[in-house]
């Protein structure tokens, strides 16, 4: 399961820096278009699709660093509870009604 996890992360990881670079690629084709005086409207119209697509990704992004992470927390549970030997009632001092508490 770790690996599925790892493997998602690093598609959603390409995903995000491949929509960045759409992203970037049809902003600079609205600004030509501006500048040059063309309608750049359906331009414009992809380029919100492809920042909505890019949030989406980047949120998909998020979510997996943090499933990734809870999951290396979780694997890592055994290391940071080390067995130790039990502790007996027998070696446990008991204090008596008549006695203080040691402080």
Same mark, same amino acid.
């Given at each position: 399961? +770790? +690996?599925?996890?790892? $493997?998602?992360?690093?598609? =959603? $990881?390409?995903? @995000?820096? $491949?929509?960045? !670079?759409? *992203?970037?690629?049809?902003?600079? &084709? *609205? ?5 040059? +005086?063309?309608?750049? =409207? ?16 980047? +949120?998909?992004?998020?979510? &997996?660093? #943090?499933?990734? !992470?809870? &999951? ?6 055994? #290391?940071?509870?080390? =067995?130790? $030997?039990? #502790?007996? @009632?027998?070696?446990?001092?008991? &204090? #008596?009604?008549?006695?203080?508490? *040691? @402080?």
């Amino acid at each position: 399961m +770790g +690996g599925d996890i790892q $493997e998602r992360l690093r598609c =959603a $990881e390409r995903h @995000v820096v $491949e929509g960045a !670079q759409h *992203v970037d690629r049809q902003r600079d &084709l *609205v600004k030509a278009l501006e500048r040059s +005086g063309q309608n750049a =409207a359906t331009e414009r119209r992809i380029l919100r699709q492809l920042e909505a697509v890019q949030a989406l990704q980047v +949120g998909d992004l998020g979510r &997996l660093q #943090t499933q990734s !992470q809870s &999951l290396w927390q979780l694997t890592s549970l055994p #290391t940071l509870f080390k =067995a130790t $030997e039990p #502790t007996f @009632v027998a070696d446990v001092p008991f &204090l #008596t009604p008549d006695q203080p508490p *040691v @402080v």
